[in-house]
């Protein structure tokens, strides 16, 4: 069974930090890019973090340049997102997605939030 699971998410000050992990089973992950979406109330979902399957190339927005961090450990079937410097605009439902572009076949996992508030 094909599973991503996120977790890390929750309540947090801003300025401050949070790591989010996306867990995969039920698929060869060292096989599929991954990215990172956000979705905020009444927003439509944004790319904010990606990562090349073997990890040697990232992109990111240009909202989380410099303060959010994308990795990967293949090895633990596990994708991470690091993010500091937190804002009140950071909050949203967080998703991970692994992506194999050409063979058109992607997962995603059900989201975590993030909330970024004094």
């Known amino acids: 069974q094909v599973q991503l699971v996120e977790s890390g998410g929750g309540l947090v000050q801003p300025g401050g930090s949070l790591r989010l992990s996306c867990a995969a089973s039920g698929f060869t992950f060292s096989s599929y890019a991954m990215k990172w979406y956000r979705q905020a109330p009444g927003k439509e979902r944004e790319l904010v973090a990606a990562?090349?399957?073997?990890?040697?190339?990232?992109?990111?927005?240009?909202?989380v340049k410099?303060?959010?961090?994308?990795?990967?450990d293949n090895a633990k079937n596990t994708g991470y997102?690091?993010?500091?410097?937190?804002?009140?605009?950071?909050?949203?439902?967080?998703f991970c997605k692994a992506e194999r572009a050409v063979f058109?076949?992607?997962y995603w996992g059900q989201g975590t939030q993030v909330t970024v508030s004094s």
Not at 66 to 72: E, L, P
């Open 51 to 63: 990562i090349t399957s073997a990890g040697g190339s990232t992109n990111y927005a240009d909202s």
């Open 81 to 94: 997102l690091q993010m500091n410097s937190l804002k009140p605009e950071d909050t949203a439902v967080y």
């Open 66 to 72: 410099g303060r959010f961090t994308i990795s990967r």
């Open 104 to 106: 058109k076949s992607n």
